[in-house]
């Protein structure tokens, strides 16, 4: 069986990691999310951004992955599974998922603003959220920043060549904890349901989505995802 998995901020939201929605009280709350994830936002006050940034990694790097992250990477051994995640932690993988084809960059990858070149130094420590932190420098000259997609940034060719040729080929598409409102991402499952493949919803709350798909789970993912390939051939007849 060949599986494609789309994976949303739901799944990390039950590892702890917070969404920007999520943080109404904290450090970042009175900033516009535009204001730290567009370029616009990094040309005016770079420090700002990178502070923000930096601290994600950190906290990233502090939670494990779920109970959902582990069972999808435990699917691994029945079938074909290839996740695709809008998440930019790297949860899917220390959980063992491979490959995992990130549309929306990465919170561990970061490359120079001017020449692209990847960046590969070791970032400071950082324990407590700082507003503001200084940026690295290229050899170039250029600042270095991270490897996401920003607000009016196309999505990376490779992932999302991927994403597609996973849709086409798959025999089942399990959408979890995603809200299924940022395009191009949320058009991958409608691909899947035009060609007549089978779309399994795994979220707690109703979507965009939820009318048009094969089956809904309302449940999070750690509850869901255990055992669920096993019971697919039954849940779908």
Not at 16 to 22: A, C, E, L, M, N
Not at 118 to 126: Q, S, T
Not at 131 to 152: A, K, N, S, T, Y
Not at 164 to 180: F, K, L, P, Q
């Amino acid at each position: 069986m060949r599986v494609a998995v789309l994976s949303g901020a739901g799944i990390s939201a039950e590892s702890g990691v917070p969404t920007f929605r999520d943080d109404k009280n904290g450090l970042w709350a009175r900033f516009d999310p535009y204001e730290l994830s567009s370029v616009q936002g990094w040309e005016r006050n770079p420090e700002r951004v990178w502070g923000w940034y930096l601290w994600r990694h950190y906290l990233v790097g502090t939670v494990e992955p779920n109970a959902g992250h582990r069972a999808i990477a435990d699917w691994q051994k029945d079938a074909d599974v290839t996740v695709i995640t809008q998440n930019v932690d790297d949860l899917h993988e220390r959980a063992g998922s491979s490959p995992v084809h990130h549309l929306h960059g990465s919170l561990f990858e970061f490359r120079c603003a001017h020449c692209n070149k990847p960046f590969h130094e070791e970032l400071p420590a950082m324990t407590e959220p700082t507003i503001e932190v200084e940026p690295p420098v290229c050899h170039c000259g250029g600042l270095i920043r991270p490897d996401i997609v920003w607000f009016g940034e196309a999505l990376p060719q490779g992932p999302w060549r991927h994403a597609v040729d996973a849709m086409e080929s798959a025999d089942v598409v399990v959408v979890v904890g995603t809200s299924a409102i940022v395009y191009p991402a949320a058009g991958l499952p409608e691909m899947a349901l035009a060609r007549g493949t089978a779309v399994v919803e795994v979220n707690p709350e109703p979507t965009p989505l939820t009318p048009y798909v094969t089956l809904t789970i309302r449940e999070s993912a750690s509850r869901a995802l255990p055992g669920l390939l096993e019971r697919l051939p039954t849940l779908l007849k």
